[in-house]
C-alpha cells in the first residue's frame, strides 16, 4: 500500500510539475506550483519527517505562494487569459530536454540505489533541522533570506513605476 500512495503523490507532483511549465497564464502556473509544494509536503509526510511536511505548508505552499500571487497581480494587471504564447519554441524544446534529464536520473537512481539504507542519526525533527540550520547550513540561510528582501524590494520598485 506505501508503495502505491508513493507512486500516487509522486505522479501528481510530476503531472504538477508539468502543469506549470506547460501553462502559459502565470496564474495558472502558480496554482500548479501549490499543489506540487502540497505533494512534496505528503511526500515528507511518508518519509515520517511531520516538522519538515508542515514547514513545507506553511512557508512555502503558504507564505511564497502568496508573494508570488501578490507579484504575478500586481506585475501583469489585466493580461488576457488566452492568446498566442511567446514561449512556445522553448516550451517545446523543454519537452524532450525534460525526458533526456529524466533518463538521466533512471540511470543515476538505478545505478545507485540498493534498498533502504541504514537510518541516520538525522530525522525531520524541529531540533536536528534547527541544529543543521543553524550550524551546517547558516550562511545558505541567510543568503537565502537576503535574497528573498531583495526579491520584494525589487516587485516593491516596479510596480511604483508602473503607477
Do not use: C
Not at 498566442?84 to 533512471?106: F, H, I, K, T
Amino acid at each position: 500500500m506505501a508503495y502505491v500512495s508513493f507512486f500516487a503523490i509522486a505522479a501528481i507532483a510530476v503531472g504538477s510539475a508539468l502543469g506549470l511549465i506547460l501553462r502559459p497564464n502565470a496564474i495558472h502556473g502558480a496554482l500548479f506550483l501549490v499543489v506540487n509544494l502540497g505533494s512534496v509536503a505528503a511526500l515528507y509526510l511518508m518519509l515520517g519527517a511531520e516538522f519538515l511536511a508542515a514547514a513545507q505548508v506553511i512557508v512555502y505552499a503558504g507564505a511564497i505562494m502568496v508573494l508570488f500571487v501578490f507579484a504575478i497581480m500586481v506585475l501583469i494587471p489585466g493580461k488576457e487569459e488566452a492568446g498566442p504564447d511567446p514561449r512556445r519554441g522553448a516550451r517545446l524544446l523543454a519537452l524532450p530536454v525534460g525526458g533526456l534529464l529524466l533518463l538521466l536520473l533512471v540511470f543515476v537512481v538505478m545505478g545507485r540505489w540498493s534498498g533502504p539504507s541504514a537510518p541516520t542519526g538525522l530525522s525531520g525533527s524541529a531540533g536536528a533541522v534547527g541544529r543543521l540550520l543553524f550550524t551546517s547550513y547558516l550562511f545558505p540561510f541567510e543568503l537565502t533570506s537576503v535574497l528573498l528582501l531583495a526579491a520584494m524590494v525589487g516587485v516593491l520598485l516596479l510596480a511604483r513605476r508602473r503607477a
